[in-house]
């Protein structure tokens, strides 16, 4: 079992930067494919960046590609997604995911653990 608890949502202008934390329990933590995903109101959720257990792979959906940056540390049961340059298209609720194995997925379905979500709020 694996447990996620995201942190660092907020309201925040266009250009900004915020730093999204997800806490995650469980041992086997660094055997899991991390992923975050966001929800838009009235939108289906989409898939934003992935990282793979040995952290040696990472990939981004292309809006968000140079702009955010996902990283894991695993002595401390977090990944982070470092949000740089935001716009208001980026707000939304975003979501940390968990996956067995080493293979970054971008479809949310495939993924067997989920945070309860933090906003992200871009003013333009």
């Known amino acids: 079992q694996v447990q996620l608890v995201e942190s660092g949502g907020g309201l925040v202008q266009a250009g900004g930067s915020l730093r999204l934390s997800c806490a995650a329990s469980?041992?086997?933590?660094?055997?899991?494919?991390m992923g975050w995903f966001r929800q838009a109101s009235g939108k289906e959720r989409e898939f934003v960046a992935g990282i793979s257990w040995t952290s040696g792979y990472t990939y981004y959906t292309d809006s968000v590609r140079g702009r955010f940056t996902i990283s894991r540390d695993n002595a401390k049961n977090t990944v982070y997604l470092q949000m740089n340059g935001l716009k208001p298209e980026d707000t939304a609720v975003y979501y940390c995911a968990a996956r067995a194995g080493a293979v970054v997925d971008v479809t949310p379905s495939r993924y067997n653990y989920w945070g309860q979500g933090t906003q992200v709020t871009v003013s333009s």
């Open positions: 469980g041992r086997t933590f660094r055997t899991y494919t």
